[in-house]
């Protein structure tokens, strides 16, 4: 994840909604800028607390994590993660002014991916396809 562990070493790692796969994490990734070594101990009480109910932490410094009941979803949320991250910084490089979308769009947008049911599994079924025609060799 090289974009969203770049987007991770910057002052605010928050990845605003610039586009349609960023506005899906509006207001549903936790933010750690607690980053002081390496997580040893009492780290993953303290992240989990951190966490709470949100599938997606950013680890400032570090990188990102995710949790969720599939590893389907977990998957597609670090994917999606991941590809909002390089839309972002590409368009930072710009030197453009942002658009970024508006609290209300941002929101209906990231209820209609959470409301995408079946996306997940569909996504992984088909890149599953692909690895088998491109490099079946993976399996084993």
């Not at 909002?84 to 991916?113: F, I």
Request: net charge negative.
């Amino acid at each position: 994840s090289h974009y969203a562990t770049a987007l991770s070493a910057v002052k605010n790692p928050v990845l605003p909604a610039v586009d349609q796969t960023t506005a899906r994490f509006h207001n549903r990734v936790a933010i750690d800028d607690g980053f002081d070594g390496m997580g040893l101990g009492d780290e993953a009480e303290r992240l989990s607390t951190l966490l709470g109910n949100k599938m997606m932490m950013m680890m400032g410094n570090h990188g990102f994590m995710t949790v969720a009941d599939s590893p389907a979803l977990a998957f597609d949320l670090a994917y999606h993660y991941e590809r909002g991250c390089r839309t972002y910084l590409t368009a930072l490089a710009s030197g453009l002014e942002l658009s970024v979308l508006d609290d209300e769009v941002a929101e209906k947008t990231a209820s209609q991916w959470e409301a995408y049911e079946g996306a997940p599994e569909k996504h992984l079924a088909a890149l599953r396809s692909i690895l088998d025609e491109e490099e079946p060799d993976y399996r084993h």
